[in-house]
């Protein structure tokens, strides 16, 4: 698994291309999430210039995991979208707390994998891998925690995986889907 990191502009624009299929492919094909799309992309208002990338690729150069990482002082997903996950509490707004969006780590190479359960997006045997990748990339920014929104059977793979994270709030049922806030120390 190679994976680079950076923001976009510092990514080719082809790499930056394939990461936003990949991401199509995996939110909107696979899991059947409703976001807006262009063109076969999936990209997002927290999709600008300080959004940083963080992206797997096998060896043929193909994504196969990718991951969105933005400072909390500036608009992200759990304070925009997901407020209600903190049950009243004000969403992270400071440099030392990074969100992580769009985690998915599926390997499409793999016929064999199923891929339409939450889960899928950590159905590669590269996301653990990938999920340190993103706190060590965030951790060189400054950051000290991740938080992100995430289906609740992400809470028990972070724990195997021997990641320290715990809910910032109760699990809700919003759209057909159990999510939480969930923090991960870096």
């Known amino acids: 698994m190679n994976v680079i990191s950076g923001a976009a502009a510092e990514l080719s624009s082809e790499l930056f291309s394939k990461i936003s299929s990949y991401r199509h492919k995996v939110f909107v094909e696979t899991l059947q999430w409703k976001l807006e799309t262009k063109d076969g992309a999936e990209l997002d208002q927290f999709d600008h210039a300080d959004t940083v990338y963080v992206v797997a690729q096998d060896n043929q150069g193909e994504v196969n995991g990718c991951a969105r990482l933005l400072p909390t002082n ?86 195997r995986g021997g990641f320290k994270a715990h809910r910032s709030g109760p699990p809700m049922l919003i759209d057909g889907h159990r999510i939480f806030a969930c923090l991960i120390d870096v």
């Not at 440099?95 to 780590?105: C, K, P």
């Not at 359960?117 to 951790?139: E, M």
């Open 74 to 159: 500036q608009p992200y997903l759990l304070s925009e979208v997901f407020p209600q996950l903190l049950k009243g509490a004000a969403p992270p707004c400071t440099t030392e707390v990074w969100e992580l969006s769009r985690f998915a780590a599926v390997d499409f190479s793999k016929k064999h994998q199923k891929h339409e359960t939450p889960l899928a997006q950590v159905s590669s045997s590269n996301a653990y891998q990938l999920l340190q990748a993103s706190i060590d990339c965030a951790a060189r920014r400054g950051a000290k925690r991740l938080i992100t929104v995430s289906p609740i059977g992400i809470e028990r793979w972070l724990l």
